[in-house]
């Protein structure tokens, strides 16, 4: 694996969802990489659902760190 520093950073960074149905935004907890499977694809995944309303169109944020993230939950993002 030539990417080592990759993996560090991925363990440090800080997930985050932003539902698009009631617009909630909410910090997921410490990156855990296997919860950023399908960022890049347009249907999250099913176990992947609002705590406020229950939607599904959740989109992930992966903030670098705690300013980011910061940032993203206050909508500045
Ligand atoms: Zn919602």
């Given at each position: ?7 560090i ?7 985050c969802?932003?539902?698009?149905r ?6 997921l907890?410490?990156g ?5 499977p ?11 659902r ?14 670098s760190g705690p ?11």
């Amino acid at each position: 694996m030539p990417q080592e520093d990759r993996t560090i950073n991925h363990s440090l960074s800080l997930i985050c969802a932003h539902c698009h149905r009631c617009g909630r935004r909410s910090a997921l907890g410490q990156g855990d990489a296997k919860l950023l499977p399908a960022v890049e694809t347009a249907e999250p995944p099913p176990r992947l659902r609002c705590d406020m309303c229950g939607g599904r169109r959740v989109t992930l944020f992966n903030a670098s760190g705690p300013v980011e993230m910061l940032a993203f939950l206050s909508g500045r993002i």
